[in-house]
């Protein structure tokens, strides 16, 4: 996700200037060259078809732009809540992870290992849900989950289909355990496994989005409109430029430069909408989920009473993953 107050020329410039605009820079040229010089003067057309086909393509990629907004904002809502969610286990394992009467005794230090237990999965769990909608278990398992992880039982779970499901399958049979063992209250067993099923409400809301994506018709025909209308506007307004013969004969030239300008504007618009379509796929554009689990291990661990913590994620050239 892009932090900065204003994007820098050079970021514009690399994500959605230099190809099309040349592209589009160098066919308004062409058709200058031949309705100028070589006076093929039959590429004209009227000036307000082209207009009418410009005002219904915004109207077009204007609703792609808003879908995908919608999809990249639902993303970050959700790890929103994902964030919250963790923040509440912790205080809940904290205040309902403890002896009841009647229930086995357990040494402080067994407790407190319990504790750290039950929120290292936690962690482990969001960071496994990171890889899992990037696509990066198999290669980033053991750096980046694993070490939050005791169980072999739960380090092994990167083999499966989908490890944050398991994590969290193994979260709960620890909680019937306690509970089994005294050390959890039936209403507080209901209240951890409500929590449990938050996580997994979130989870399931961030598969939905990474594993439907945007609509291919809506983001296919934006696409081919928009070059549509770039190779039509040149051909409707360079008699419109030529008209003008109180500026001079070489007035049709100023031509590129205002259709290239408007060309881009309309492409930039419709990438803007595409690069918004998947909010998980770890680009610049995209929710900064290194950065929200780093602040999820920082607060938690902090929680656990330990001070030699991460520093939360720095943003790369403006930039925070």
Same mark, same amino acid.
């Not at 057309?45 to 307000?48: A, D, E, F, G, R």
């Not at 639902?74 to 994902?82: C, F, P, V």
């Given at each position: 996700?892009?932090?900065?107050?204003?994007?820098?020329?050079?970021?514009?410039?690399?994500?959605?200037?230099?190809?099309?605009?040349?592209?589009?820079?160098? =066919?308004?040229?062409?058709?200058?060259?031949?309705?100028?010089?070589?006076?093929?003067?039959?590429?004209d057309?009227?000036?307000?078809p082209?207009?009418?086909?410009?005002?219904?393509?915004?109207? =077009?990629?204007?609703?792609?732009?808003?879908?995908?907004?919608?999809?990249?904002w639902?993303?970050?809502?959700?790890?929103?809540?994902?964030v919250?969610?963790?923040?509440?286990?912790?205080?809940?394992?904290?205040?309902?992870?403890?002896?009841?009467?009647?229930?086995?005794?357990?040494?402080?230090?067994?407790?407190?290992?319990?504790?750290?237990?039950?929120?290292?999965?936690?962690?482990?769990?969001?960071?496994?849900?990171?890889?899992?909608?990037?696509?990066?278990?198999?290669?980033?398992?053991?750096a980046?989950v694993?070490?939050?992880?005791?169980d072999?039982?739960?380090?092994?779970?990167?083999?499966?289909?989908?490890?944050?499901?398991?994590?969290?399958?193994?979260?709960?049979?620890?909680?019937?355990?306690?509970?089994?063992?005294?050390?959890?209250?039936?209403?507080?067993?209901?209240?951890l496994?409500?929590?449990?099923?938050?996580?997994l409400?979130?989870?399931?809301?961030?598969?939905r989005?990474?594993?439907?994506?945007?609509?291919r018709? =809506?983001?296919?025909?934006?696409?081919?409109?928009?070059?549509?209308?770039?190779?039509?506007?040149?051909?409707?307004?360079?008699?419109?430029?030529?008209?003008?013969?109180?500026?001079?004969?070489?007035?049709?030239?100023?031509?590129?430069?205002?259709?290239?300008?408007?060309?881009?504007?309309?492409?930039?618009?419709?990438?803007?909408?595409?690069?918004?379509?998947?909010?998980?796929?770890?680009?610049?554009?995209?929710?900064?989920m290194?950065?929200?689990?780093?602040?999820i291990?920082?607060?938690?661990?902090?929680?656990?009473?330990?001070?030699?913590?991460?520093?939360?994620?720095?943003?790369?050239?403006?930039?925070? =993953?």
């Open positions: 996700m892009y932090i900065r107050q204003n994007l820098h020329p050079l970021f514009v410039w690399r994500q959605y200037g230099w190809q099309p605009l040349l592209i589009f820079a160098s =066919y308004d040229a062409f058709i200058c060259l031949l309705y100028g010089p070589l006076d093929v003067h039959w590429l057309i009227p000036w307000q082209v207009a009418l086909l410009g005002t219904a393509v915004a109207f =077009y990629i204007g609703f792609k732009s808003n879908g995908s907004y919608a999809r990249f639902e993303g970050r809502q959700l790890w929103g809540a994902i919250n969610t963790s923040r509440a286990w912790a205080l809940r394992v904290f205040d309902f992870v403890q002896l009841v009467p009647g229930g086995d005794a357990l040494p402080a230090a067994e407790l407190a290992e319990l504790h750290r237990r039950l929120l290292y999965r936690q962690l482990a769990w969001c960071n496994a849900l990171r890889l899992h909608l990037r696509r990066q278990t198999a290669e980033r398992w053991d980046e694993a070490p939050f992880l005791s072999p039982a739960d380090r092994a779970l990167a083999t499966t289909a989908n490890p944050p499901t398991h994590l969290l399958r193994h979260q709960s049979k620890e909680v019937l355990e306690l509970h089994q063992r005294g050390l959890l209250t039936e209403f507080r067993h209901v209240a496994m409500g929590t449990i099923q938050e996580l409400n979130a989870q399931g809301a961030c598969e989005i990474k594993n439907t994506p945007f609509p018709q =809506y983001a296919f025909f934006s696409y081919v409109f928009v070059w549509i209308f770039g190779l039509l506007l040149p051909l409707g307004l360079v008699e419109e430029f030529d008209s003008r013969v109180a500026l001079g004969p070489f007035h049709v030239w100023l031509m590129v430069p205002f259709a290239a300008a408007v060309s881009w504007v309309f492409n930039t618009i419709e990438l803007v909408g595409h690069n918004s379509e998947n909010p998980f796929d770890n680009k610049v554009n995209d929710v900064p290194s950065a929200i689990c780093r602040s291990e920082i607060d938690l661990r902090e929680l656990l009473g330990e001070t030699e913590l991460p520093r939360p994620v720095q943003p790369v050239e403006g930039v925070l =993953y």
